[in-house]
Structures are given as C-alpha cells and as structure tokens.
C-alpha cells in the first residue's frame, strides 16, 4: 500500500481547495505523542474565515504512522469531520493507508469522487501546509 506524506496530500489538492485554505484560520491545535507506540498526532480545530464556508468549526486529525514525533516528514493519516472530507475524500484516502474510515459511512463515493482521487479538504491543506512549515 501507498503511503503519502504531509507534501503529497498537498501536491494532490486542486488549486481550488488549496485557494481555499487561505481562508481558514486554526483556532486551536494540540502536538502529543501516543502512549503505546510514540507516534505524533496532532489535533487542531479550524475554521474558515467570515464570509467563507459555513463558519463552523472543523475538527482535524493528522497522525505519524512511524514512530516519528516529527510529522511533517513522513507518511500521516488524516481525518477532518467537514463534509467535504466525509463525502469525497476519507473512503478515497484509505485506499492509499492516508485514512482510515471514521466519520463517511465507508462505502465508495461513487458521485462526488468516482475515481477515488486522494486530495484533502481546505481545513486539512491548511494544517498540512502549517506543519510543514513550521517543520512540527
Ligand atoms: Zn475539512
């Protein structure tokens, strides 16, 4: 299986969702290390500016799959609990191991992403791109 780092979640992202995740504002993040296995996670809450998106905030997940506290380098896992991500994105990511199925009901968006294209939402482009440039 594939595994995809920080930088290729980003590079696979339209234009348009990447445009878009200028707009969204991190309001609250959390870096830990798990227990058991030592990998870095971080947590975020992100929401999109006024005047874009619904205003509602979003929950982000980004997870080392190594035993790496540093998570900007390696392969991740990623969940969001947007819509977009829930309907288009997390069934497609798990194909790659960059998800697991948490918040879609698991079953192909044959509609909204029928080729299982892996890309990430805009809260996601945003704090992957934050990541990597704050090398976390
Ligand atoms: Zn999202």
């Known amino acids: 299986m594939a595994h995809l780092t920080a930088a290729q979640l980003i590079k696979t992202t339209d234009g348009p969702r990447r445009k878009r995740a200028q707009f969204v504002r991190i309001i609250q993040a959390k870096k830990y290390r798990t227990k058991k296995t030592k990998q870095g996670v971080i947590r975020a809450s992100l929401q ?19 035993g790496n506290y540093k998570i900007s ?3 991740v896992r990623v969940w969001c609990t947007c819509e977009d991500f829930m309907y288009r994105e997390e ?3 798990t194909k790659l191991d960059a998800s697991r ?18 890309y990430v ?9 934050t990541i990597i440039n704050k090398r976390m």
């Not at 205003?55 to 980004?62: A, Q, R, S």
């Open 73 to 75: 380098k390696g392969p």
């Open 121 to 129: 939402c805009k809260h996601l482009a945003k704090m992957l791109s």
């Open 48 to 66: 999109s500016l006024k005047g874009y998106g619904s205003g509602k905030p979003h929950g982000v997940e980004i997870r080392s799959m190594t």
């Open 91 to 93: 069934y497609a990511l």
């Open 101 to 118: 199925i948490r918040w879609s009901n698991g079953k192909p968006a044959t509609i909204t992403n029928p080729y299982n294209t892996p």
